[in-house]
Nanobody, 123 residues
Framework: QVQLAESGGGLVQAGDSLRLSCAVS??????MAWFRQVPGKEREFVSG????????RYADSVKGRSTISRDKAQNIVYLQMNSLKPEDTAVYYC??????????????????WGQGIQVTVSS
């Protein structure tokens, strides 16, 4: 059974940093990604990483402020977010797919999802 468990969210102030973690079990050698969603809007791509960790991809909204990485031995994916803005407030979801070679930016490309974790950035 594949399970993805996010951690590291919370309430921070604008300008702060936060590191989200996603622990993966039941699947390996998979492309991983982070998405986020606010009420009334579609889930949007934030960042993705290939299973080897060689290829990364970022949404323009977080590019330059975020770094995605993975610990293959521990099967954990991280999203380091710096210079957080109130518009980064959302529920963040970890996603995985064993078929993707490169990280895609569409939610339907991923088969497995975590439960989501709230990130709130106050101004």
């Amino acid at each position: 059974q594949v399970q993805l468990a996010e951690s590291g969210g919370g309430l921070v102030q604008a300008g702060d940093s936060l590191r989200l973690s996603c622990a993966v079990s039941g699947i390996s050698s998979c492309t991983m990604a982070w998405f986020r969603q606010v009420p009334g809007k579609e889930r949007e791509f934030v960042s993705g990483i290939s299973w080897r960790g060689v290829t990364t991809r970022y949404a323009d909204s977080v590019k330059g402020r975020s770094t995605i990485s993975r610990d293959k031995a521990q099967n954990i994916v991280y999203l380091q977010m710096n210079s957080l803005k109130p518009e980064d407030t959302a529920v963040y979801y970890c996603a995985a797919d064993a078929r993707l070679i490169l990280p895609g930016d569409l939610a339907h490309q991923y088969d497995y999802w975590g439960q989501g974790i709230q990130v709130t950035v106050s101004s």
